[in-house]
């Protein structure tokens, strides 16, 4: 046993998420192995610090497999298949429900834990992974009843190493829990962002934070993301069933001019904001906005991050919506509530517009 319990870690695929994975193993001290069908990235990788390519005599104690979704359960049985009697595979693919299912009746199937970081971005490759990635962030572990008990303590203890707070779920809970909190929202921010598409540019002058908010993560990979959601159809078409029920009954209010049905269709909407968690997993915090106007040039973010640092007022969250007819940006700093009126003005008596 060594001394982190898992070394050495093979990582099987050096893009965005398997590089960082071995970059985060790495910063713990944890030996890390590489392998990939594109040996670009592994040269990549190594150079970045994630760790070396594999060798025919390396026996790695845990393999993580972090390869695109349609080529998943191929690479997880090729791993099984190649594991020694006490190595431990893992994947962190998006949808845990199918790769297991291609691995039914493998002879080593307890040796294999899925498993899901929820962290990403919408860049790709090893040049945007970091060892930082997955500080903080849920990862689930998500293993079959076929599973042993220290594969799942293998897996657990590579979720600490890599900073991230290990959350339990069954394979179906979390293709279930990931339809409703990413893969329907990306679907339907892909859907928002292509009615823009065809849409007059003096209609699109108008587009404020909103839209861009709504639309963000619409920009991410298409071929990655169809085989994502489409790797989790069956929970996936049952969120849609529900959102299209509500979309009917907007369709409906809106016709018949019946105010009282579409107030309540957006509180039902208000409602399921409050029902995200807040900072670190706990209740949501009341926050207010204070919106300040920014000239867009260098060093003016800095210099206002600094002012807020003095007055002593911790920002919850900040957003930067960019005037179209000035060279001038509207930063919203989301803040506690009790904090707002304290922070707008100190800021105003350092001369920043507040905008009140």
Same mark, same amino acid.
């Given at each position: 046993?060594t001394?982190?319990?898992?070394?050495?870690?093979?990582v099987?695929?050096?893009?965005?998420?398997?590089?960082?994975v071995?970059?985060a193993? $790495?910063?713990?001290g944890?030996e890390?192995?590489?392998?990939?069908?594109?040996?670009?990235?592994?040269r990549?990788?190594?150079?970045?610090g994630?760790? $070396?390519?594999?060798?025919e @005599?390396d026996?790695?104690?845990? =393999?993580?497999?972090?390869?695109? /979704?349609?080529?998943?359960?191929?690479?997880?049985?090729a791993?099984?298949?190649?594991?020694?009697?006490?190595?431990?595979?893992?994947?962190?693919?998006s949808?845990k429900?199918a790769?297991?299912?291609?691995?039914?009746?493998?002879?080593?199937? @307890?040796?294999?834990?899925?498993?899901?970081?929820m962290?990403g971005?919408?860049?790709?490759?090893p040049?945007?992974?970091?060892?930082s990635?997955?500080?903080?962030?849920p990862?689930?572990?998500?293993?079959? @009843?076929?599973?042993?008990?220290?594969?799942?303590?293998?897996?657990?203890?590579l979720?600490?190493?890599?900073?991230?707070?290990p959350?339990?779920?069954?394979?179906?809970?979390?293709?279930r829990?990931?339809?409703?909190?990413?893969h329907?929202?990306?679907?339907?921010?892909?859907?928002?962002?292509?009615?823009?598409?065809?849409?007059? /540019?003096?209609?699109?002058?108008?587009?404020?934070?909103?839209?861009?908010?709504?639309?963000?993560?619409?920009?991410?990979?298409?071929v990655?993301? @169809?085989?994502?959601?489409?790797?989790? +159809?069956h929970?996936?078409i049952?969120?849609?069933?529900e959102?299209?029920? $509500?979309?009917?009954l907007?369709?409906?209010?809106?016709?018949?001019?019946?105010r =009282?049905?579409l107030?309540?269709?957006?509180?039902?909407?208000?409602?399921?904001?409050?029902?995200?968690?807040? +900072?670190?997993?706990?209740?949501p915090?009341?926050t207010?906005a204070?919106?300040?106007?920014?000239?867009d040039?260098?060093g003016?973010?800095?210099r206002?991050f600094?002012?807020?640092?003095?007055?002593?007022v911790?920002?919850?969250?900040?957003?930067?919506?960019?005037?179209?007819?000035?060279?001038v940006?509207?930063?919203?700093?989301?803040?506690?509530?009790?904090?707002?009126?304290v922070?707008?003005?100190?800021?105003?008596? $350092?001369?920043?517009?507040?905008?009140?």
């Amino acid at each position: 046993m060594t001394q982190q319990g898992i070394e050495p870690v093979e990582v099987v695929g050096t893009g965005l998420i398997g590089t960082s994975v071995a970059l985060a193993c $790495r910063r713990a001290g944890v030996e890390v192995l590489l392998s990939d069908a594109e040996h670009g990235h592994v040269r990549t990788a190594s150079g970045l610090g994630a760790g $070396r390519a594999r060798t025919e @005599s390396d026996e790695p104690r845990l =393999v993580v497999v972090a390869v695109p /979704p349609d080529h998943l359960g191929e690479a997880i049985r090729a791993a099984l298949d190649a594991a020694g009697p006490q190595t431990v595979v893992t994947d962190v693919g998006s949808v845990k429900t199918a790769p297991l299912e291609a691995v039914a009746g493998h002879p080593r199937l @307890s040796r294999y834990v899925g498993s899901h970081p929820m962290a990403g971005s919408e860049r790709s490759g090893p040049l945007a992974a970091s060892a930082s990635l997955f500080d903080g962030r849920p990862w689930a572990i998500c293993p079959g @009843s076929d599973a042993a008990s220290d594969a799942e303590r293998a897996v657990e203890r590579l979720v600490e190493v890599c900073g991230a707070v290990p959350v339990r779920l069954s394979p179906a809970e979390h293709d279930r829990a990931v339809a409703r909190t990413s893969h329907v929202p990306h679907l339907l921010a892909a859907l928002v962002a292509g009615t823009l598409t065809g849409a007059a /540019p003096e209609h699109l002058a108008l587009s404020g934070q909103g839209v861009r908010d709504v639309t963000r993560i619409a920009g991410g990979d298409p071929v990655l993301y @169809s085989q994502i959601i489409g790797g989790n +159809k069956h929970a996936v078409i049952d969120v849609l069933g529900e959102i299209r029920q $509500r979309l009917d009954l907007a369709l409906e209010a809106l016709e018949s001019g019946r105010r =009282v049905e579409l107030e309540s269709l957006l509180m039902h909407g208000v409602t399921g904001t409050l029902a995200i968690p807040g +900072k670190h997993g706990g209740p949501p915090r009341p926050t207010a906005a204070v919106h300040v106007a920014l000239p867009d040039h260098p060093g003016e973010l800095a210099r206002l991050f600094g002012d807020v640092g003095e007055i002593g007022v911790n920002i919850e969250d900040v957003r930067i919506d960019h005037d179209p007819g000035r060279p001038v940006g509207l930063v919203e700093l989301d803040v506690a509530a009790e904090s707002a009126d304290v922070l707008r003005d100190a800021l105003e008596s $350092r001369g920043w517009d507040s905008h009140r």
